[in-house]
């Protein structure tokens, strides 16, 4: 078993909807929960971070962080072709001295004018 | 200001060869890290440097090295190359070595070396 799930879609969608994205884990000493956005030929560009259990907004984009059930979720809202690209979900322990994160497959999204 | 900068951005290598790959971080930042990426796949953890002394390895072969040079550059190195090192080699930097409080210190990727691997 992976230590993150997600599945890798594709996930499509007409422009203007609202999207949900979510990955779950198995290591509950996570405490940092990331999502990166790639496009094509290129390297992941964070989107969001959030520490611990809670949501967190940001313009389009609403993270939501559940530790108890061991899930995380993005939401993009009013969502545009400029959108299509695959969303990374990524861990870590939160170490003061080393980090490393743990990328779920990725979820690629297809967002049709 | 310019971001994190890799290269070379594609090279083709055949089986037995080595490789060598090269990150520049933003500038300011003290830590590397390297992952790489399978087609289809996420990231995954390969080394991490802070202050030119390797601070995590993931879960590679002795045939991956890494070294961080005193003005933060890197460079990946990857011996007797096999078909299934073919992928995108991502390197990634940050401020410090780990996250804490408010987690401003994750990271900034870059856009990654092609190696194709025949």
């Known amino acids: 078993q992976k230590e993150v799930e997600q599945d890798p879609g594709p996930l499509s969608v007409p422009e203007g909807a609202i999207v949900s994205l979510n990955c779950t884990y198995s290591?509950?000493?996570?405490?940092?929960f990331m999502w990166y956005r790639q496009y094509s030929r290129k390297g992941p560009e964070l989107l969001m971070y959030?520490?611990?259990?809670g949501n967190k907004e940001d313009g389009r984009f609403t993270a939501q962080v559940d530790k108890s059930s061991k899930y995380i979720s993005l939401f993009i809202r009013d969502s545009q072709p400029s959108d299509s690209a695959t969303y990374l979900c990524?861990?870590?322990?939160?170490?003061?001295?080393?980090?490393?994160?743990?990328f779920g497959t990725g979820t690629r999204l297809l967002v049709s004018p | 200001d310019a971001g994190v900068t890799q290269s070379p951005t594609h090279l083709i290598k055949t089986r037995g060869q080595q490789v060598t790959l090269r990150c520049s971080p933003i500038?300011?930042?003290?830590?590397v890290s390297w992952y790489q990426q399978v087609l289809g796949q996420g990231p995954q953890f390969i080394f991490q440097?802070?202050?030119?002394?390797?601070?995590g390895r993931g879960n590679f072969p002795d045939r991956f090295s890494a070294r961080q040079f005193p003005n933060y550059s890197s460079e990946l190195n990857v011996n007797a190359l096999l078909l299934g090192d073919s992928a995108l080699y991502l390197c990634?930097?940050?401020?410090?070595?780990?996250?804490?409080?408010?987690?401003?210190?994750?990271?900034?990727f870059g856009a990654g070396s092609r190696l194709t691997v025949l």
């Open positions: 990634a930097s940050s401020f410090f070595a780990g996250l804490a409080g408010s987690g401003a210190n994750v990271l900034t």
């Open positions: 290591n509950s000493a996570f405490q940092y």
């Open positions: 959030t520490y611990s259990s």
């Open positions: 990524a861990m870590s322990l939160g170490n003061t001295g080393f980090q490393k994160l743990v």
């Open positions: 500038s300011g930042h003290k830590s």
């Open positions: 440097y802070y202050e030119k002394e390797e601070r």
